[in-house]
């Protein structure tokens, strides 16, 4: 019998780490580890590094920075102290000059004195606020990908970087929809409050069955479509912006940091 | 008769930049353009900008970074489109290797092609945010500066900076001391809620009567001494970090954005 994520959701981060790095896990880590923070990976060559940062400042809804590293330090000390961001994600994607040119399991062999490594929220720290608030996410349901757009919503440029927001998407239903917004409102370090909710076109978005990044799901009578700022709007500007060397996690193959979700309330 | 800072309280900050730079107003700003946020100014050389940066990603409640410019850039686009950095503040000063060297009214004789501006929120944003929930705030009712104190919290250092904590300390009636906390709360890209309540001594204040800076003020019976991160933690800890040269705001000359207090609302 084969070990799905779901079994390792009451394991502590610090096990899990142990078990990517020996090789035992090699898997997308929704469900694992529950309560505890999974972010986006971004390394960069200390180059980037500031022009990458100034572009997460302008834009904290898509780019909630929750740590950085020195450079040349493969441990993020604020939210996984003990770490190493080399070995602990399960899967990376190696990238030159804004093209995928690998996908290890293990990027020892790509790690250089200059890079440094940012950790950004991710949508699954909102999510269980979702839960919690007894709101249903179809793609939990569906078992498939959030749905992710390209908007006509053009994030603040910094430095050499620009690009378009991504969204993700999330059919709620109407009555429920203002509880919603509060509940992820509470966790401006992963997102916050929706960008966007109701008519797609508003945003630019022209077929919602057919989303950019991820699987479409169905939206139901009396469901409106509720748009949240998406993780994937800092990698999408580092790859449009021809940044010559840039490692990331794969999709769906988070870092679980050993801070918790609940961290970053507001109230 | 001269111009008191409250004669412009419903003046827009924009008139208050040409104020400024026409050397109309050199004064300090506390009581200027009611509901505009108030910002704490700090330039740097692109070369110490990103160790400034990494320090206030790490240190979110003392560094509330509000906007950051291109190098060489003066203009603030994100919070005071239209402003210059450079003469639209009353008074300046210029730190050469941890020493104050010139305090000037316009930069612009220093400025250069790699210096960058940063904007930090300040305690007055927070500040409103307590009158309107009627609690007193007693350095303005004894018309003095602050009271504040350096701790005994080290600041999360980054690259070549580190330092203690800063904090400003009010006190507030025992029964009013949680509403205090919700209010500001409520606004953490401005220091947010207190980092400390009570006793001053666990956080290494040994004498409450004498502040390392602005003005002591009394603590009646019933009053809980409250503290919360204050934004001379950047300062101090350039100064400490011996940067080669910097730019601040001088104390109580403040940069006004255009931005309102209000924006900064989390709920």
Redesign the interface.
């Known amino acids: 019998m084969t070990a799905s994520a779901k079994d390792f959701a009451n394991t502590h981060p610090s096990e899990i780490w142990e078990m990517i790095r020996s090789g035992q896990w090699t898997g997308p880590t929704p469900g694992m580890a529950k309560g505890y923070v999974q972010a986006n990976l971004v390394v960069l060559p200390?180059d980037w590094?500031?022009d990458f940062?100034?572009f997460a400042?302008?834009n904290p809804k898509p780019c909630p920075?929750l740590d950085?590293t020195?450079p040349g330090d493969p441990e993020p000390?604020?939210v996984a102290p003990g770490a190493d961001l080399r070995t602990d994600l399960p899967k990376y994607r190696v990238w030159e000059n804004g093209k995928l040119v690998a996908e290890p399991t293990d990027i020892r062999p790509y790690w250089r004195d200059d890079l440094v490594a940012f950790l950004l929220g991710c949508s699954f720290s909102f999510e269980s606020a979702l839960i919690e608030a007894s709101i249903p996410i179809r793609h939990i349901e569906c078992s498939c990908n959030v749905p992710m757009y390209i908007t006509n919503i053009q994030c603040?440029p910094?430095?050499r970087l620009s690009g378009p927001m991504v969204v993700s998407m999330r059919p709620i239903p109407a009555p429920m929809v203002p509880k919603a917004v509060?509940a992820t409102?509470?966790f401006?370090a992963v997102h916050g409050a929706p960008v966007h909710i109701g008519d797609p076109a508003l945003i630019g978005i022209k077929d919602i069955s057919r989303p950019d990044f991820g699987d479409p799901v169905p939206i139901n009578d009396g469901e409106i479509p509720v748009f949240w700022a998406c993780g994937v709007t800092p990698q999408a500007a580092l790859m449009a912006s021809n940044v010559p060397f840039a490692i990331t996690h794969a999709p769906g193959h988070m870092f679980i940091c050993s801070v918790k979700d609940a961290d970053y309330a507001?109230?």
């Open positions: 200390k590094a500031y940062m100034v400042q302008r920075v950085i020195e000390r604020m603040k910094a430095g509060l409102g509470r401006p507001v109230f």
